[in-house]
């Protein structure tokens, strides 16, 4: 009973500070974002692309999958059986978490390119968020190492 209750209390840290992720949208801002000056540069979308923006890889997935599987290894066998069992589930824990928390962050995107007024052609890659059509008039906002694709 003592084991399902560690259990318990481990997975919900990892479930809390894996809601600590960094998740922003391209009309989200991060703290260092606010109050910063950005450049604004106008031009015409010229094609759009659907793109995966993988997800998060902080060491909370990898951490929480270990201590399960080395809670659920450590019940395999007695003896060294129990320590070799703690050991392989903790590593095959580690590597599902790791897994777990990637998949489950992962977000469609969008590569945007646009043609500025200037002439110049970029491409910007940012969260699908906003829906952008060939020939749409965008604002192309540049700043505080970040750039997003605006109407």
């Given at each position: 009973m003592k084991k399902a209750k560690l259990l318990f209390a481990l997975m919900a840290c990892g479930l809390v500070l894996g809601g600590c992720a960094?998740?922003?949208s391209s009309s989200g801002y991060s703290r260092a974002q606010a109050r910063q000056e950005q450049t604004v540069r106008m031009g015409v979308v010229d094609s759009v692309r659907q793109v995966q923006i993988e997800g998060t890889k902080s060491p909370v997935g990898a951490l929480t999958g270990a201590i399960v599987g080395g809670f659920a290894g450590s019940n395999i066998g007695q003896g060294h059986g129990s320590d070799v069992g703690t050991v392989l589930g903790a590593v095959a824990g580690g590597l599902a978490g790791s897994a777990l928390e990637e998949s489950a962050t992962r977000k469609p995107g969008l590569e945007i390119t646009v043609k500025l007024d200037n002439g110049q052609i970029i491409a910007v890659t940012q969260?699908?968020?906003?829906?952008f059509g060939r020939g749409d008039?965008?604002?192309v906002l540049s700043g505080s190492g970040a750039t997003r694709v605006t109407h």
């Open positions: 960094d998740s922003l969260e699908a968020d906003e829906t008039r965008v604002r």
